[in-house]
């Protein structure tokens, strides 16, 4: 079994800042990348950021310069810092990882619960 377990979401004004935190745990044999993901209402599941264990990062271009991801490899465990929020960041935040579970493994995905973030005076 493998679990996601993400913290830091919550309420914020906008052109506040938040932080998520996300981290793998479980039968893990090794990650290939983590990253996040958002869903608002009515609309699909985007991709927010990206980045593999050897720190390569992807973004996507309307979070580019105000949202920053980071990776603790050591501790499974991601970050999302995200600044100048406005309200059209609100959404649920799905952490994910690519990870397999044995060495005889394929790598695969695996998902967190979601975490809301709204941004709203």
């Known amino acids: 079994q493998v679990q996601l377990a993400e913290s830091g979401g919550g309420l914020v004004q906008p052109g506040g800042s938040l932080r998520l935190s996300c981290t793998a745990s479980g039968s893990i044999f090794s990650i290939y990348a983590m990253g996040w993901y958002r869903q608002a209402p009515g609309r699909e599941r985007d991709l927010v950021a990206s980045i593999t264990t050897a720190h390569n990062t992807n973004y996507a271009d309307s979070v580019k310069g105000r949202f920053t991801i980071s990776i603790e490899v050591a501790k499974n465990t991601v970050y999302l810092q995200m600044n100048s929020l406005n309200p059209e960041d609100t959404a649920v935040y799905y952490c994910?990882?690519?990870?397999?579970?044995?060495?005889?493994?394929?790598?695969?995905?695996?998902w967190g619960q979601g975490i809301q973030v709204t941004v709203s005076e």
């Open positions: 994910y990882a690519t990870l397999r579970r044995d060495s005889n493994f394929n790598y695969n995905n695996y």
